[in-house]
C-alpha cells in the first residue's frame, strides 16, 4: 500500500487525474471501477478537461460503477446513474454500451447482482478501481460487519450512512434505505485500487485503514491485504498518519 500526500483535494483531484489517464492510455480496452460522492468529483473534473484538450479519449474504456441506490430510476435526481452522466459521461466520449451500473429498480434484485458480478468478469476484470471511503469505514456500500467473501449483493444502508448521503437529498427520509453494491470480493478482484481520501472528517478512518486490524467491523481494512493499492489523500485526512509512511509522489 502506497500512500501518496498531497497539499488539498484540488491537488489530490489533478494528481488522481493524471494516474488514471497514464494508466489508461497503457492498456488496450481498459475497464476502469468508479466511485460517485463528493470525493472523486474533482478527478471526474480533471477526466473531462483532459478528454476536451485531446489528452485522453474514453472510446475504448468500459466503466463498472460500484453502487446504486434500490428504488430510484436512472432519472431520478439522487440515482448514480444520474450522478454519474452529470459528473462525467455527458462530458466524455465513453461509448453507452460501455457503460455499467446496478439497476436498482431491477425486477429481481439478486439477479441483477449476479448478472453485474459477470458483466464485470466477461470483460476480464477491472484495471483500475476508484475508491472513497466512508467515515465508519464502508467501501462500495459494504457497511461494517460486511463479508470480505461477498460479490455484489443488496445491502441495508447504516443510519450514519444514510446521514452522511441525506446531505444530496430534500430530506432525510427520502433516503433510500438499501442498495446494489459490488462486494469485497470484487472489490479486492481489481488489478489496482486507487483511494482517495480529503478532509480531516476522513482522518480517523484513515488512520483505521491504514493501522487497524484487518477486520470485517471495518471494511477498509481489507484494502492492507491487496497487492497494489494507492491511496491519495490531502494533508488534513492525512493528520492522524505518520509521516514516515507517506510520500509526495506516486
Ligand atoms: C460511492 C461509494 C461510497 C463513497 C463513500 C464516501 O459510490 O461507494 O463508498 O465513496 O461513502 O463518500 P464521499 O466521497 O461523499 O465522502
New binding site residues.
Partial sequence: MKIIQTKNYQSMSKLASQYVINTLKQIDKPVLGL??????EGLYQHLIKAYQTHQISFANVSTF???EYVGLDKEDKNS?HYYMHKFLFNHVDVPSRNIHLPNGIANDLNVECTSYENRIQSVGGIHIQI????KNG????NEPGTSFESRTHVVDLDES?RR?NARFFDSFDEVPNQAI?MGIQSIMQAKEILLLVSGSEKAEALEKLVNGKVNEDFPASILQTHQNVKIIADKAALENISYRYVSETM
Fill in positions: 466511485a460517485t460522492g463528493s470525493t472523486p460503477n460500484l453502487d448514480y475508491l472513497g471511503i466512508g464502508h467501501i462500495g456500500f450512512t452522511a453494491t
